[in-house]
């Protein structure tokens, strides 16, 4: 519910789309004109207790479906984890490059941080138009990848200049707070009840739209302070906004994997597994964001 990339596929679905039809019951024979179910009864030409008449049953209309051909490959898990390290890793690559990029061609720092807005930009349209998308393949996936990288590439080299080092805290930081989520989730049974996802989802669309709002009016020349760049004093309302998106993360984790837990039970197609890894990668990046803000808040 948390994620349209996953929720809008009916793959991840709670209840398989696919219902078999209820088993079609003997209605017993009845001759034109009488009521259905009037059992015995002799067809025309015949008179009433015409010995050794027995009705004959008609055809079944309906068949049974058949066994689901062995050949068609569904989704594991194995896949959902090996096309998550490709995305989330070309993720990873691209913005180390991106900085490498900047540094060994001294590019200013102000055309790189306007290559990163029009990237962000695309990284909120990219998840709308693959949430309304009915197969999501490795094309799609790897050009959010390639767009995410140079958006995380500016953010996390403005971050490093004023910080030095709070990048390796930071990716640190989110890959034990996924792995301590998936522990949670895997062993401990940790999962969400539908009226907690339902409170997730709309606090998720609240949280998006603070963030929007305080966007739009930082371009008019006025600032809430929700969201304090990497330079400024950090009032209380940024530490609650902070909290509050990592919390908002972990819970659109947990409930990630909910989702691909129930496409593997509906055995849905192996190409599912692109949009799994597709969701978890924009999950966990909006996970990695969080951590950095809170991080550069304790160091300033």
């Known amino acids: 519910m948390t994620n349209p990339i996953l929720a809008k596929s009916p793959a991840f679905a709670a209840q398989p789309t696919y219902q078999a039809p209820p088993a079609a019951p003997y209605p017993g024979y009845a001759p034109p004109g009488y009521p259905q179910g009037y059992q015995g009864y002799p067809p025309p030409g015949y008179q009433p207790g015409y010995p050794g008449y027995q009705p004959v049953a008609p055809e079944p209309t309906w068949q049974a479906p058949g066994p689901e051909p062995t050949d068609q490959k ?102 034990v707070a996924a792995a301590l989520t998936l522990v949670a989730f895997r062993f401990g049974k940790f999962r969400l009840s539908t009226r907690m996802r339902k409170v997730v989802m709309m606090s998720v669309f609240a949280y998006a739209a603070v963030a929007l709002i305080n966007l739009v009016l930082y371009f008019f020349g006025i600032n809430l302070g929700l969201f304090p760049g990497p330079y400024g004093p950090v009032s209380v309302w940024a530490w609650l906004i902070a909290g509050v998106g990592v919390v908002l993360a972990v819970l659109s984790l947990v409930n990630d994997f909910q989702f691909v837990e129930q496409g593997i039970a509906n055995r849905a197609p192996a190409t599912e597994s692109w949009r799994a890894a597709y969701g978890l990668t924009v999950t966990l990046v909006w996970l990695y964001l969080n951590l950095l803000r809170i991080l550069s808040y304790l160091r300033r």
């Open 74 to 175: 569904v989704m594991t898990l194995d896949d959902v984890l090996t096309k998550t390290g490709l995305t989330l890793g070309s993720t990873i690559i691209v913005a180390i490059l991106a900085v490498w990029a900047v540094r060994a061609f001294q590019v200013p720092i102000a055309a790189f941080a306007t290559a990163g807005f029009v990237c962000g930009l695309a990284v909120i349209i990219v998840p709308i138009i693959v949430a309304t998308r009915r197969r999501v393949g490795p094309g799609l996936a790897m050009v959010f990848a390639v767009l995410e990288g140079v958006f995380l590439g500016t953010i996390s080299l403005i971050f490093e200049l004023v910080y030095p080092g709070i990048v390796i805290q930071a990716v640190f930081a989110t890959f």
